[in-house]
Structures are given as C-alpha cells and as structure tokens.
C-alpha cells in the first residue's frame, strides 16, 4: 500500500566518489545541490508533522469495519486515507534524501528510521480498507458513489479492488491463503542460502598462472578478460559448476513454480502467468505477443551477432564473447550546464510544456549532482512529494553516461510531475509496468540526437554500439528469460514433470535458437544450458523479467513516432506522463498511441535496431 516509495528507481553508474570535484557539499554551488528545505524548514516542524500523521493514522483506525455503513462514512474514511497517505510520502521523502546526502549523518538515519516506523502503523492501520471494499456488494458501491459526487476521485481505486471480486475467496479459505503466504518464499531463500553462502566454487587457472575462486563476483569480473582462451575457461568452469548442482538447483526452482501455481489455481485463475498479470491487469496475450513477436524478429538478433563477429575480429563467435564491448570506449566529456543545454536541445520534439518544466527542473534546485564523500551512490527520481515537485539524486561524472543517467531520471521526474499536476493524489501513482518507458524513451532521444551530432566517426561508432547493445540484452535476452519462466510453469500446469535437468533441456532449446548455434552466428556451447541456475529472478520474483523488454519496446516506439510524426505523437505520449494510475497500464498505452497486442510497437522498435546497424556498417565499411 506504500507503492509510492518503491518508485524510487535506482540507474546504478557506479560512480567513484574519488572523482568527485568537490571535497564536501558547502563547496557545491546552490544551483547544483537540491532544495530539500523546501518541504520542511527545519527538522522540528518535520517532528510537528510527524506527530499530526501519526495521529491521523489512529483515527483512520476507528473506521475499521464501518465502511459498508454509508456513503458519508465511506467518503471520509477514504479521503483521511488519501490525506494521510500523501502526508506520510511527503515526510518519508524528506527523511530520505536528507539521509542520501550524507549516509554518515546519523540524525538523519534517526528521521528515516522514525518515518519506517510511522510506515508500519500506517500500513496497520489501513489493512482493513482494501479487504472490506472487497466485500461491499457493487450495488452498494454505485449507490455510495451516487450519493456522494466527491468520491469521483476514488472511482479507479473502488473498481481496481472491487475487480478481485471474482478471485477472492470466504474468509476461512482467505485465511488458509494468508498463512500459506508464509511458506511461498522458501525456495527464494532456501537458493539464497545455497548460492551465496554454502555452495562450494571452481578455481580456474588463467593462462599467466593466476589461480581465480570463481563466486559469483569473480566471474562477472573475469567474463570480460581480454585471453580469449581463459575467458572460455572461466565460461566453461563457472556454468559446469551449476551443471554440478543442477537437481538441487532444480529442486528449488520447481518447488517456486509449483507454489505459483498452487496461489493461482486457488485464486481460479488457469494459470500462475494469469494470476501474476492480473495484479495489474495485464492480459495474457501481452506476455504470449512479446514472445511472439520478438520470435519473429530473431533474424535481427543474428544479424547482430554477426556484426559483432566482425567488429571483435573473430572467425566464430562463441556465446562467452557476448559481454566483450564491441566498440572502442570515447571519452565524451560535459560539465552540467553541457549537459543540461544538450538535454533541452534533445527534448524540444516533447513541446513547450515538457520543455519548460525540465527548465524549471534545473533552475529551481530540483537536482543534486556532485558526488560527495558519504553521498548515496547511483541515480534516482522521487515523486513522492504530491503538492511539491520530484527530486533528482545523481552523481555526475561528467561522461555520455552521466548524461544518460540524467535525462532518463529527467522521464522519471516528468512522469511524475505531470501526474502529480493532473491527476488527484490518489490517482498520481504509476504502475511499474509503465514506470520505465518515460525514463528510457528520453535516453533514445538523446542517443538519436547525439549521433545525429556527433563531431567523429569514432564518437558515432561508440554511441550506436553503446544503443545496440542496450537493444540486445534488454529486449532479446529479457525475452529469452520471459519465454523459459512460461516453459517451466506450463510443464508443471499440465502435469509434466520438471526437474533440473529438464529445465536445462528447456534452457538450452530456447538459447540455441536465438543465438543460432552456427558458426556463421554464435555458438553456444554446451555448458551454457545450465546458465538457467545463475539468474536469481526466476526464483525470487517470477514473471517480472519480462518488463525490461516491453518497457523498452514501447519506449523505443515511442521515441520513433516522436521523431518521426512530431507533435500529434507527443500529444498523444501525454496520455502516459499525465495519467498517473487513472487507467489501467494497457490502457495509458494504447491511450498513448501504441496497442499492446499489436506488431506495431515490435516493427519500430525492430526498425531502430536495423537502422543502427546500417549505420554501424556504413562507418565500418569507410573504414575499410
Ligand atoms: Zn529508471
């Protein structure tokens, strides 16, 4: 029920505050540096609020179980609930960047331990109001909204609850479900405990006689090493290891499975895929046309790999190649106020509202820039202060990276703003599975613009290759993921059996046909069929992966269409940055222009990857 907070999206740039260009924020021009103090002066009226909220909480408590009794009732139960939510978001929000400034300060820590605390009375006290609209009969629910015009506001929360209807069980089953809810992160846990504490890890001797314990960290360091043959070693080590422990690892994965299948089928849903959308309302065929479509397009994926066969130097590609980068890294240098006139310049295709309200963004101290020593490392944007504005962590290391970092918050911060301005508090919240096209659709601006005004070859060729890149691995290999997690709950839903060594059937089935397995493509060799066992999301979180890809998807349309058609495109893209929560996800899309269940989003975004390509080969072959 605290979604708000979990919005805070964090673009890891792993900056090292030893670059920082100032020793200490009192050095950092004002203008660089946030205006927290905006929504509070001082600590003590922060403590005043506090107080207020924690009062409210407590009388939002005395309407438990009176919510059925009238409209009246009903009304003001929900608007002290609104109050409240959006009082406590904005004290949280303070708390916490006041805490991400300087991690050291422990009276800081002290706020956001107290704001977490007020967080867990506020979600008790506010636990009766989704499980009793649930049970007020829809008529009575029409009646309440006739009676009373103010609910208006609440129309989409009532309906979003009241669609469960149908999944909701008596009270006795529901409580059978809640305490089985204690039994349903096991496998998370139980592979937590094996993987990063007790399972023992192969040593791999490079060929300058280093010996190199191959944990998890290792590998992510050595997959990149330059020895071609002892990055093959490490590849071969580090996946025969899961090969070792494939039926435990497999034990686990399945049991995951087996427990969403279990929720769903008592929920009557059909399947673990359904019952995981339905929490947004996402139809089905929104997973099954992801892996549809981009099944259709893996011949553009290859023609990817085969580039990057060409731009490596090597006579075959194998699959531990994958993660060398194919383009020579460029030094692109910005100071901020670079930046910034680069960003403006990027986004004036979004017209003069967006465009004047990033201005404001940067002269009303919406950002924090610098990297100082105790600061919060990586990037982020939080919305979280309705009547105020959002605020943008950074840590600007003056590089293409930075600047991509920056304008991708930038969407976050748009996103926000807008649905913060048009929408009512209770409708301003964006679902996650819309949340990142703002961000990255900003980030494919950019991208267009600066090879659009790149001063070299070598500049063009690192920014195309830097795109592609993102291109492949989000979209391609997310989907790829996407379409494993269906195979192994489908098993399990018809009654097959699923083991480890099934799973890794499964795994290499589908690897070999995106990667081709030829040695005109990519070859995979055989130990890559295990690699199911390294990716922690199927068992902590199933059916999420496949978020990165559509995100990306409809981003990269999106930037298409806003290139290309202008001003009725953008018009129509406001339909997402300002509609908050006010429709479901699908909805705000299509609303903004791009149907889900079609090709469309799929063709353009296919037709960028294409064009980069094109371009890539065009320098390449200059070159030559
Ligand atoms: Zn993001």
Redesign the pocket.
């Known amino acids: 029920m605290l979604k708000k907070l979990f919005l805070v999206?964090?673009?890891f740039s792993f900056v090292n505050v030893s670059f920082a260009q100032y020793k200490s924020r009192d050095e950092i021009p004002l203008k660089y540096k946030w205006d927290i103090h905006l929504l509070y002066k001082t600590n003590t009226e922060w403590q005043k609020d506090y107080n207020r909220l924690s009062k409210m909480a407590d009388k939002l408590k005395t309407y438990e179980g009176k919510l059925s009794s009238d409209s009246k009732t009903f009304l003001s139960a929900l608007s002290l609930y609104s109050d409240l939510m959006k009082g406590y978001y904005k004290l949280s929000d303070y708390a916490q960047r006041l805490y991400d400034q300087d991690l050291r300060v422990s009276a800081n820590q002290q706020l956001v331990e107290q704001s977490e605390a007020l967080g867990t009375k506020i979600s008790e006290s506010t636990s009766f109001i989704r499980p009793e609209i649930l049970k007020i009969p829809s008529e009575r629910i029409h009646q309440f909204f006739d009676e009373q015009p103010k609910l208006a506001d609440f129309d989409f929360f009532v309906e979003d609850i009241q669609r469960l209807k149908a999944h909701t069980l008596g009270d006795k089953e529901e409580k059978i479900l809640a305490s089985a809810q204690m039994l349903a992160n096991s496998p998370s846990t139980i592979h937590g405990i094996f993987e990063n504490a007790e399972k023992p890890f192969p040593e791999v001797k490079l060929s300058n006689g280093k010996i190199v314990e191959l944990n998890s960290s290792a590998y992510v360091q050595y997959r990149t090493v330059k020895n071609r043959k002892d990055r093959a070693k490490i590849f071969k080590a580090f996946f025969n290891n899961y090969k070792r422990f494939q039926n435990t690892l497999g034990a686990i994965l399945a049991a995951k499975v087996k427990i969403d299948y279990f929720f769903a089928k008592n929920r009557k849903y059909k399947t673990a895929l359904a019952y995981s959308l339905d929490k947004n309302n996402i139809p089905v065929k929104v997973y099954t046309n992801l892996i549809k479509q981009m099944n259709k397009n893996i011949p553009t994926l290859q023609r990817m790999l085969k580039l990057m066969k060409r731009m490596l130097g090597v006579d075959t590609l194998h699959y531990y190649d994958l993660y060398m980068p194919i383009v020579k890294h460029v030094d692109m240098k910005f100071t901020v106020d670079e930046g910034q006139k680069i960003i403006l310049k990027t986004l004036k295709p979004m017209g003069p509202e967006y465009l004047n309200t990033v201005k404001r963004a940067f002269n009303e101290r919406w950002v924090d820039y610098y990297p100082t020593p105790g600061k919060r490392s990586g990037a982020y944007?939080s919305g979280a202060a309705y009547d105020y504005h959002p605020f943008i962590l950074m840590n600007w290391h003056g590089d293409y990276n930075s600047l991509s970092t920056l304008i991708?918050?930038m969407?976050?911060t748009m996103h926000s703003y807008f649905s913060n301005k048009y929408q009512p508090f209770i409708k301003s919240d964006y679902p996650i599975f819309v949340?990142?096209i703002a961000?990255?659709c900003n980030e494919s601006l950019l991208n267009n613009y600066l090879v659009q005004h790149a001063k070299t070859d070598k500049e063009k060729l690192f920014l195309l290759g830097s795109y592609l890149e993102l291109l492949r691995t989000t979209i391609f290999r997310q989907t790829s993921f996407a379409e494993f997690e269906w195979e192994i709950h489908k098993r399990i839903e018809n009654k097959q059996p699923l083991t480890g060594g099934i799973m890794s059937k499964i795994y290499w089935k589908i690897v070999t046909k995106y990667y081709g397995n030829t040695p005109d493509v990519c070859i995979v060799d055989p130990y890559i069929a295990y690699e199911w066992a390294y990716i922690p999301h199927f068992v902590d979180y199933s059916y999420y992966v496949y978020q990165y890809a559509t995100s990306l998807i409809y981003a990269t349309a999106f930037a298409q269409k806003i290139i290309t058609e202008g001003k009725p495109a953008v018009e129509k893209y406001y339909n997402i940055l300002k509609g908050g929560s006010s429709d479901y996800p699908i909805n705000l899309i299509k609303k903004a222009g791009i149907n889900p269940l079609s090709s469309e989003a799929f063709d353009l975004t296919m037709k960028r990857m294409n064009n980069v390509m094109d371009q890539i080969e065009n320098i390449l072959n200059k070159k030559k």
């Open positions: 999206l964090i673009a944007s991708h918050e969407g976050h949340a990142e961000s990255t």
